[in-house]
C-alpha cells in the first residue's frame, strides 16, 4: 500500500517546462535505426505541433498530445509518455490564449486563428 502511494507521488522527469495545452512545443526524440549494413546508428528527431491534451499531471504515466498538420495539409498527433527514457528535451516555441483544459475542437477544421505570443 505505502509502495503504490510512494509511486504516484513521484515527480514527472525533472528538466522539463511547465507544459499545458495551447503550447507550441518541439519534442527531442532518440531515434534508432539500422543501415543497410546492419549496423544500429541513433539520431534525434524533433516533432514540433500544440500540445492539445495534457493527461495525469504529475504522475509517472503523464502524457501529452502533440497536433500539427503536415505539408500536404493532414493533421498528425503524436501521444508522448513524459517519462520516455528517449526524449531528450522539449522547447516551447509559441505560447497561444486558451481557455479550455483539452483543446479537442481544433481537430475539426477550426477556422479562428488563436492569440498567441511568440516566446524567443
Known sequence: MAEKKAIA??????????????????VYQKIKELNS???EKERVQYFEGMIIAR?????????????KI?????GVE??????????TK???????EVRRAKLYYLRD???KKLKEKVVK
Open 9 to 26: 507521488n513521484t515527480e514527472v522527469k525533472a528538466g522539463f517546462p511547465e507544459l499545458k495545452p495551447g503550447l507550441t512545443v518541439r
Open 90 to 96: 522539449i522547447e516551447i516555441k509559441k505560447v497561444a
Open 37 to 39: 549494413k546492419g549496423e
Open 109 to 111: 477544421n477550426y477556422k
Open 70 to 74: 503536415s505539408d500536404s495539409g493532414v
Open 78 to 87: 503524436k501521444i508522448f509518455p513524459l517519462n520516455l527514457p528517449t526524449i
Open 55 to 67: 493527461k495525469h499531471k504529475k504522475e509517472i504515466g503523464s502524457t501529452i498530445t502533440v497536433r
